[in-house]
């Protein structure tokens, strides 16, 4: 009688897992280059941005983060982005790494330029801007007398 509750109990533990996960699945990014197409950006620092990292147009999410890697010949950050598919942005758009307020989350900016052409699946970003350092900023600042009176 208990292997019986023991398997039933482990097979409830099972549906609920399968479950919460289609859940997550089906209400986030997770599922990549769903409904949309992918661009790329290079940044020289591209520090706090994750996978799932949203990349906003106007303060709204349009879009997020579904892959880095690290170009193994100019030592940057290679993101790639998947946008949503009715959005169409101009080839001369451009990226930066910022945070929501002074200590929020980092998310990807975009800016349109003007061109005529729109950028297509696959294309990359010419222009981008990297994270910026907070907490070296302050340091600096914060020791720069300490450093001129050495």
Partial sequence: MN????TLIGTLVLVIAAAFSWYVYTTTDISR????????AIFDDASGV???????LAGVKVGSVIGQRLD?????????????????LPQD?????????????????????GAEEMLKD????????????LWALVNEYIFKDEKKSK
């Fill in 3 to 6: 292997n019986l509750v023991e």
């Fill in 33 to 40: 280059g769903h409904g949309g197409y992918v661009i790329k």
């Fill in 50 to 56: 994750n996978i799932g990292t949203d990349v906003r």
């Fill in 72 to 88: 193994q010949e100019t030592y940057q950050a290679v993101i790639d982005m998947n946008i949503d598919s009715s959005l169409k």
């Fill in 93 to 113: 758009t451009s990226a930066k790494i910022t945070t929501d307020g002074l200590l929020g989350d980092k998310y990807i900016a975009l800016e349109p330029g």
């Fill in 122 to 133: 696959g294309d990359a970003l010419e222009n981008t801007q990297s994270s910026i350092d």
